[in-house]
């Protein structure tokens, strides 16, 4: 089994590749466009997706590959993780998330710290964040309980999908909310929506982590449930 400081690593580097796989591409399809949103859009969606089948298939067997305190906080409530592991790996992911938005800056020849300017408010997106986080972990115990070889592949999926389903194209994870706030490039968000957005996150991730525990108990849960209700 991994060891703590094993599995923190595995967290830092995924969710860093993850941040410069959104960054850069949002950067080099916003370049390449010539003007179109939706082609930019798309190009943004694509890589996004592929790259997190790509982590997860490689960080899975160390840390679960979670690159998303959220999802982090879902498995300690679930009692699937131990409560230790939470700080170790919400610092992780937020230090990886900074970190990757920092490269892919650098691979752009573009200012390392920067501020976004790119509002993205309102009720609708707000529900969209909470909506976008409760499918992801929704599809995240769902895909543990039924068909664990396919998550990789239907977490990546769900998320091209949702980019394009809600309103806020589907941030659903605090520290990629965190980081995108400093790039001030296509995929960027203004400060003052991140909170916003964080809160909605969690609230969906709440719901989902209720609906899965009745749908799809945990080991733990099970092995104290010996009613066929």
Known sequence: MATLARRAF???LGTAFLLAAVIGSGI???????????LSLLGNTLPTGAILVVLILIFAPVSGAHFNPAISIAFALRGEMPWRFV???VASQMIGAVLGVFAAHLMFELPLAQIATTVRTGHGQWLAEGIAAFGLALTIFGCLAAAPAALAYAVGLYIVAAYWFTASTSFANPAV????ALSNTFAGIAPSGVIAFVVAQLAGMLVAVAVASWLWPSE???SFDHRDA
Do not use: I, W
């Open 10 to 12: 595995a967290e830092l």
């Open 28 to 38: 080099m399809a916003e370049r390449l466009a010539g003007g179109n949103a939706a």
């Open 87 to 89: 700080p170790p790996y």
């Open 177 to 180: 909310t965190v980081a995108r």
């Open 220 to 222: 733990r849960a099970r």
